[in-house]
T-cell receptor, first 113, second 111 residues
């Protein structure tokens, strides 16, 4: 079974803090994604990585950066957290085979106070 | 504009009834994905539809794909309370492995 894990299920941070969200997948997938999910807005893609050290901006990259130093790990960084970044963050991975779906981690619910 | 539209966005129904969720999309994708999300949880893959005319069934859920009409349906037969969840459909965005997501259909099944 594909397993995607995220470092925290719940996180509370203060405004202005630097926040790291970690995602690890164990199936050697080339592609990894970070989404945020907010009520009424569905899933919105923040960043996408198709290879180690490679990244592409998604639909809402402002206020975020990412790092992919190893194939299995994709980190989302909030340089200076703000209250409007309070959300559910979902990580996903997908192989290059193209016929497989995206596999999701359990999600991190981040609250910025 | 690439988009995926689901309807209805909210559905409340009684146990034992049948209903269908619709997913229209604007891309030329011939692959479509259905996911389920329980409250407070992540997304779980339900069906992967890979070609025109594809039909897949799991228990009381059946999904189909008509690529010519750019339409997929998720049919619920004799609904039970355990099927209460939000259901998302998604299609491939060109060839870079991203997906375009529908807004989700929140399904509530009352006992």
């Amino acid at each position: 079974d594909v397993k995607v894990t995220q470092s925290s299920r719940y996180l509370v941070k203060r405004t202005g803090e630097k926040v790291f969200l970690e995602c690890v997948q164990d199936m050697d997938h080339e592609n990894m994604f970070w989404y945020r999910q907010d009520p009424g807005l569905g899933l919105r893609l923040i960043y996408f990585s198709y290879d180690v050290k490679m990244k592409e901006k998604g639909d809402i990259p402002e206020g975020y950066s990412v790092s992919r130093e190893k194939k299995e790990r994709f980190s989302l960084i909030l340089e200076s957290a703000s209250t409007n970044q309070t959300s559910m963050y979902l990580c996903a991975s997908r192989p290059d085979r193209g016929l497989d779906e995206q596999y999701f981690g359990p999600g991190t619910r981040l609250t910025v106070t | 504009e690439l988009k995926v539209e689901q309807n209805p966005l909210f559905l409340s129904m009684q146990e034992g009834k049948n209903y269908t969720i619709y997913c229209n999309y604007s891309t030329t994708s011939d692959r479509l994905y259905w996911y389920r999300q329980d409250p407070g949880k992540s997304l779980e893959s339900l069906f992967v539809l890979l070609s025109n005319g594809a039909v897949k069934q799991e228990g009381r859920l059946m999904a189909s794909l008509d690529t010519k009409a750019r339409l997929s349906t998720l049919h619920i037969t004799a609904a039970v309370h355990d099927l209460s969840a939000t259901y998302f459909c998604a299609v491939d965005r060109d060839s870079n492995y991203q997906l375009i997501w529908g807004a989700g259909t929140k399904l509530i099944i009352k006992p």
